[in-house]
C-alpha cells in the first residue's frame, strides 16, 4: 500500500482519477484540512480528510509503517511535521510543486524580481519575502523570543526525504539547496500532453498573430521588464497577458502598465475561464514570452511548445536548460534577441517541437515514469525488510 498526503486541488483530483484508471487501487490518499474536524480514525479509508493537529499527527505517524512509501505533494509547514515526526524507516517521497522550496530558500527567492518589478514591488508594499529573508537572518535571535521559523522545520524536512519526483529532476533549482542522489531523483508529470490538448485538432498548427507574456497575476512573472523591452516592437499585434489568479493589487498595476504601454492592444484575463477558452487565447497566439528567473508555469510552456509558439524563457531559468538538454526549440528571453525575434516558427520547427512534447509527455511516457517509481520503491522497502532501515534508506539523501 501506498499514502499520499495531499491538499484538495483540480491537479490531485486528476492524478487520482489517472490512478485508478492505470488499476493502481493501493494507493490511499489523505487530505489536509484547515478546519478542525473530529480525531484521526485508523485505518484510513481509500480518502480521509485530515486536520494536522498535533493528536492527529502522533497517530497518523504510528500507522505509516504499513506503507510501502508516503507520498507527499506540496511539501507544506504540516506535511513537513508529518515527515519529523515519523519513524526513520518510514520512506517518503516528495512531489515537488515549486513554492514548496522556492520560498522557503533565502538563497532561490532573494533574486527572482528584475529592477521595475522589484520597484513596483516596494509601491505596492509587496515585501512579503523581504520581511521572510530578514526574520530568517534573525532566527538565532528571535527564537528565544519564541518565534520559530517554518521555513527551517521544511528545510529540515526536505533532507529527510528518500526520493523525489518532479518534471525537471535533473534541473530543478531544489537540488542546489537540498542534495539528493540523481538515482533518487524521478521524472514526473501530473498532467500528460494528451489530456491538456484532447481537446484540440491534433493536426492543426494554425495559430493567431498576437503575443503571450507571463502565466498569472504573480510578480515573479516580471511583468513590467517585459513590457518595456516589447514596447514599440509589437506593431498591431495583441499583448495577451493572463491575471486570472494572483495577486489583486499587482493585478490592478499591470493593467493600467499595459494599458499605458500598449493601448487598446492589451489583452488582459483577469478572470478565471474555462481551459477551452482559455486555451483558444492561446491559440491566438504565436509567441510566448516568460520573463521568470525561477521554474513556473511549466504547463503552459509545455503545452505552448506542443502548439507551435515561439517559447522565451530566461536563460537563467532552470526550464531552459531542460528543454534545451530535451532537443526542444525555446529561445533564451535577453534584451538583444527579443524585439529581433518575434517571428513565428516555421513548419519543420513546429512538427519537430511538438513530437519532442509527444514524446516527453505522452499519457504512455507519463504513465511508465510513475511505474518506474514505485518499482524503484518496492525494491527499497525489500532491501529495507533485510537490513537496518537506517542505514539503507537514508545514507545517500543526507
Same mark, same amino acid.
Given at each position: 500500500?501506498?499514502?499520499?498526503?495531499?491538499?484538495?486541488?483540480?491537479?490531485?483530483?486528476?492524478?487520482?482519477?489517472?490512478?485508478?484508471?492505470?488499476?493502481?487501487?493501493? &494507493?490511499?490518499?489523505?487530505?489536509?484540512?484547515?478546519?478542525?474536524?473530529?480525531?484521526?480514525?485508523? +485505518?484510513?479509508?481509500?480518502?480521509?480528510?485530515?486536520?494536522?493537529?498535533?493528536?492527529?499527527?502522533r497517530l497518523?505517524?504510528?500507522?505509516?509503517?504499513?506503507? /510501502?512509501?508516503?507520498?507527499? &505533494?506540496?511539501?507544506?509547514?504540516? /506535511?513537513?511535521?508529518?515527515?519529523?515526526?515519523? +519513524?526513520?524507516?518510514?520512506?517518503?517521497?516528495?512531489?515537488?510543486?515549486?513554492?514548496?522550496?522556492?520560498?522557503?530558500?533565502?538563497?532561490?527567492?532573494?533574486?527572482?524580481?528584475?529592477?521595475?518589478?522589484?520597484?513596483?514591488?516596494?509601491?505596492?508594499? /509587496?515585501?512579503?519575502?523581504?520581511?521572510?529573508?530578514?526574520?530568517?537572518?534573525?532566527?538565532?535571535?528571535?527564537?528565544?523570543?519564541?518565534?520559530?521559523?517554518?521555513?527551517?522545520?521544511?528545510?529540515?524536512?526536505? &533532507?529527510?526525504?528518500?526520493?523525489?519526483?518532479?518534471?525537471?529532476?535533473?534541473?530543478?533549482?531544489?537540488?542546489?539547496?537540498?542534495?539528493?542522489?540523481?538515482?533518487?531523483?524521478?521524472?514526473?508529470?501530473?498532467?500528460?500532453?494528451?489530456?491538456?490538448?484532447?481537446?484540440?485538432? *491534433?493536426?492543426?498548427?494554425?495559430?493567431? +498573430?498576437?503575443?503571450?507574456? *507571463?502565466?498569472?497575476?504573480?510578480?515573479?512573472?516580471?511583468?513590467?521588464?517585459?513590457?518595456?523591452?516589447?514596447?514599440?516592437?509589437?506593431?498591431d499585434r495583441?499583448?495577451?497577458?493572463?491575471?486570472?489568479? $494572483?495577486? +489583486?493589487?499587482?493585478?490592478?498595476?499591470?493593467?493600467?502598465?499595459?494599458?499605458?504601454?500598449?493601448?487598446?492592444?492589451?489583452?488582459?484575463?483577469?478572470?478565471?475561464?474555462?481551459?477551452?477558452?482559455?486555451?483558444?487565447?492561446?491559440?491566438?497566439?504565436?509567441?510566448?514570452?516568460?520573463?521568470?528567473?525561477?521554474?513556473?508555469?511549466? *504547463? %503552459?510552456?509545455?503545452? $505552448?511548445?506542443?502548439?507551435?509558439?515561439?517559447?522565451?524563457?530566461?536563460a537563467s531559468?532552470?526550464?531552459?536548460?531542460?528543454?534545451?538538454?530535451? *532537443?526542444?526549440?525555446?529561445?533564451?528571453?535577453?534584451?538583444?534577441?527579443?524585439?529581433?525575434?518575434? %517571428?513565428?516558427?516555421?513548419?519543420?520547427?513546429?512538427?519537430?517541437?511538438?513530437?519532442?512534447?509527444?514524446?516527453?509527455?505522452?499519457?504512455?511516457?507519463?504513465?511508465?515514469?510513475? /511505474?518506474?517509481?514505485?518499482?524503484?520503491?518496492?525494491?527499497?522497502?525489500?532491501?529495507?525488510?533485510?537490513? &537496518?532501515?537506517?542505514?539503507?534508506?537514508?545514507?545517500?539523501? %543526507?
Open positions: 500500500m501506498y499514502l499520499h498526503i495531499i491538499d484538495e486541488s483540480k491537479t490531485i483530483n486528476h492524478f487520482i482519477r489517472r490512478l485508478r484508471e492505470m488499476d493502481l487501487h493501493d &494507493h490511499y490518499f489523505l487530505t489536509l484540512q484547515s478546519a478542525p474536524s473530529t480525531d484521526l480514525h485508523l +485505518p484510513l479509508t481509500d480518502r480521509t480528510e485530515f486536520f494536522p493537529s498535533d493528536n492527529n499527527i497518523l505517524t504510528q500507522s505509516l509503517h504499513r506503507y /510501502k512509501a508516503v507520498f507527499i &505533494h506540496n511539501l507544506c509547514y504540516h /506535511k513537513a511535521k508529518i515527515v519529523l515526526a515519523s +519513524p526513520r524507516n518510514v520512506v517518503f517521497v516528495w512531489g515537488i510543486w515549486g513554492y514548496d522550496y522556492y520560498y522557503v530558500y533565502p538563497g532561490l527567492y532573494r533574486n527572482i524580481f528584475l529592477p521595475a518589478t522589484s520597484l513596483a514591488n516596494i509601491v505596492l508594499g /509587496k515585501l512579503s519575502l523581504t520581511t521572510k529573508y530578514l526574520k530568517y537572518q534573525l532566527h538565532p535571535y528571535l527564537k528565544h523570543l519564541g518565534w520559530n521559523a517554518r521555513e527551517r522545520l521544511q528545510q529540515q524536512a526536505a &533532507h529527510r526525504i528518500d526520493l523525489t519526483c518532479n518534471m525537471m529532476p535533473n534541473h530543478s533549482d531544489v537540488f542546489r539547496v537540498v542534495p539528493k542522489d540523481p538515482a533518487r531523483r524521478f521524472p514526473f508529470s501530473y498532467y500528460s500532453i494528451d489530456f491538456i490538448t484532447e481537446e484540440l485538432s *491534433g493536426s492543426s498548427y494554425d495559430l493567431g +498573430p498576437h503575443i503571450y507574456v *507571463g502565466n498569472s497575476a504573480s510578480n515573479s512573472s516580471n511583468h513590467l521588464d517585459v513590457f518595456r523591452q516589447l514596447r514599440g516592437w509589437t506593431g495583441d499583448i495577451v497577458v493572463p491575471l486570472g489568479y $494572483g495577486c +489583486p493589487r499587482y493585478r490592478r498595476l499591470i493593467n493600467v502598465a499595459g494599458r499605458y504601454f500598449f493601448k487598446n492592444h492589451f489583452t488582459p484575463i483577469n478572470k478565471y475561464i474555462p481551459l477551452k477558452e482559455y486555451n483558444e487565447n492561446l491559440l491566438s497566439c504565436n509567441v510566448m514570452i516568460f520573463n521568470h528567473i525561477r521554474a513556473q508555469g511549466l *504547463g %503552459n510552456i509545455v503545452f $505552448g511548445i506542443w502548439a507551435g509558439h515561439r517559447v522565451f524563457l530566461r531559468n532552470p526550464a531552459y536548460a531542460f528543454f534545451k538538454s530535451m *532537443g526542444v526549440k525555446v529561445y533564451a528571453l535577453d534584451s538583444n534577441t527579443l524585439t529581433s525575434s518575434l %517571428n513565428p516558427l516555421n513548419l519543420e520547427e513546429k512538427i519537430h517541437n511538438r513530437k519532442t512534447i509527444e514524446h516527453l509527455y505522452s499519457e504512455e511516457q507519463v504513465q511508465a515514469h510513475f /511505474k518506474s517509481l514505485l518499482k524503484q520503491i518496492d525494491q527499497i522497502s525489500s532491501i529495507a525488510e533485510q537490513s &537496518h532501515p537506517h542505514s539503507v534508506l537514508h545514507s545517500s539523501s %543526507n
